[in-house]
T-cell receptor, first 120, second 112 residues
């Protein structure tokens, strides 16, 4: 285990269901991220949180709703999803925020094992 | 925004040989570049970070180079083993947002 735990590992849901993905880290990290990984495509950054405040929403449809109640927990609430939303959803954390190009400092990401989502 | 190109076709290498993976980026030169390993059904795992003022970085059998003129990083695994078979991802800081941008990855297969 990496220190970042994601549940559930597998989820099958219909287009009208509401479900949530959970991510928990016990590394004492301050920043947390949601990424989407689809077949044949690179990881897509979805949301970024720093000290439980959202810093980035990468033009993600509103059917994905993140929640970060504290620096250790991150949720992704799902509702009325589409079949094309089927993918591996990866949560990651870093000690401090991975800043955009041009800023100083460097941080590395620790990923969870992912939640494999299938939308029927 | 930054575009990252990795040779996404599977790379087959015979055990014991050196595997070399390529990461090219198209726009601005990043302050640093990272390499991750991903096994099937798992999340990526961080391997190495190299900064723009570093030409080369080593860790055990791994070596990374960074050429800002060519806009390229090379990732080498020497004395390759079947256990090195995985997908290797290159990552850079995002251009317009916080977070890392990843390439599609190269699927490396080490054949015994």
């Amino acid at each position: 285990e990496t220190g970042v735990t994601q549940t559930p590992r597998h989820l099958v849901m219909g287009m009208t269901n509401k479900k949530s993905l959970k991510c928990e880290q016990h590394l004492g990290h301050n920043a947390m991220y949601w990424y989407k990984q689809s077949a044949k495509k690179p990881l897509e950054l979805m949301f970024v949180y720093n000290f439980k405040e959202q810093t980035e929403n990468n033009s993600v449809p509103s059917r994905f709703s993140p929640e970060c109640p504290n620096s250790s927990h991150l949720f992704l609430h799902l509702h009325t999803l589409q079949p094309e939303d089927s993918a591996l959803y990866l949560c990651a954390s870093s000690q401090d925020l991975v800043l955009r190009q041009g800023a100083s400092g460097a941080n590395v990401l620790t990923f969870g094992a992912g939640s494999r989502l299938t939308v029927l | 925004s930054q575009k990252i190109e990795q040779n996404s076709e599977a790379l087959n290498i015979q055990e014991g040989k050196t595997a070399t993976l390529t990461c090219n980026y198209t726009n601005y030169s990043p302050a640093y570049l990272q390499w991750y390993r991903q096994d099937p059904g798992r999340g990526p795992v961080f391997l190495l970070l190299i900064r723009e003022n570093e030409k080369e970085k080593r860790k055990e059998r791994l070596k990374v180079t960074f050429d800002t003129t060519l806009k390229q990083s090379l990732f080498h695994i020497t004395a390759s083993q079947p256990a090195d078979s995985a997908t290797y991802l290159c990552a850079l800081p995002e251009g317009g947002a916080d977070g890392l941008t990843f390439g599609k990855g190269t699927h490396l297969i080490i054949q015994p």
